[in-house]
């Protein structure tokens, strides 16, 4: 469940929150149409004006003037940078709606070693990894390739699609939201019985702990 209480619908006031929940949560429906919980869309109705200010920013990508395809290679790979499966999941399907190729979809998660991607599109691919997995450190070379393909206005707003959608990604992580409700990944595994506190250091130095 998600982190942060969902609003009912019958609590839900503002116009721009119901237009968006009677379009997406169909009645009977469970979920959207994506196969996601859809409980982005009641989380985020605690308060209209952030629920606002997000659905702007979504509206944004639609009036870009970059290349569709870019712009989910840069969403698709923030999210599988930034290890949130709803982010990921999403932008996979609507590369898959622009027409890429299946196998291309696929190596988004290991494009540093496939030769299925054009120099621009590996720049966009590492330039994502830059601002994600290196919080903007951008080496000249990564942005020289951008810089030879694309005009400033359209690097700039790679930058601040990509970087909006790493935020849905961290901030999906952390409420639990749609695909990223799931337990943590990184837990103890427990010995065998018997183990007890027995201290591992003797097995792998054949000596007594001091």
Do not use: N
């Given at each position: 469940m998600p982190r942060l209480r969902q609003v009912p619908r019958e609590e839900m006031t503002d116009p721009v929150v119901t237009f968006f929940n009677d379009r997406l949560l169909e009645p009977g429906r469970q979920g959207t149409a994506t196969g996601s919980p859809g409980d982005w869309w009641t989380v985020f109705a605690l308060d209209?004006?952030?629920?606002?200010?997000?659905?702007?920013?979504?509206?944004?990508?639609?009036?870009?003037?970059?290349?569709?395809?870019?712009?989910?290679?840069?969403?698709?790979?923030?999210?599988?940078?930034?290890?949130s499966q709803f982010v990921y999941s999403q932008h996979c399907k609507q590369l898959r709606a622009l027409g890429l190729p299946e196998e291309k979809i696929k190596a988004i998660a290991h494009w540093a070693v496939s030769d299925l991607f054009g120099e621009l599109e590996r720049a966009v691919l590492a330039y994502t990894d830059a601002l994600v997995l290196d919080g903007g450190r951008?080496?000249?070379?990564?942005?020289?390739?951008?810089?030879?393909?694309?005009?400033?206005?359209?690097?700039?707003?790679?930058?601040?699609?990509?970087?909006?959608?790493?935020?849905?990604?961290?901030?999906a992580r952390a409420l639990r939201l749609e695909f990223d409700d799931r337990p943590d990944p990184i837990v103890e595994v427990p010995a065998p019985d018997g183990y007890g506190t027995r201290d591992i250091s003797e097995d792998l130095t054949g000596r007594p702990a001091t």
């Open positions: 209209p004006a952030i629920f606002r200010h997000c659905v702007k920013g979504f509206q944004l990508y639609r009036e870009s003037s970059l290349d569709p395809v870019l712009r989910e290679l840069g969403q698709t790979r923030a999210g599988w940078a930034r290890q951008v080496h000249d070379e990564v942005f020289a390739v951008l810089k030879r393909h694309l005009p400033d206005e359209q690097i700039l707003e790679l930058t601040y699609i990509t970087c909006l959608y790493e935020m849905h990604a961290t901030m």
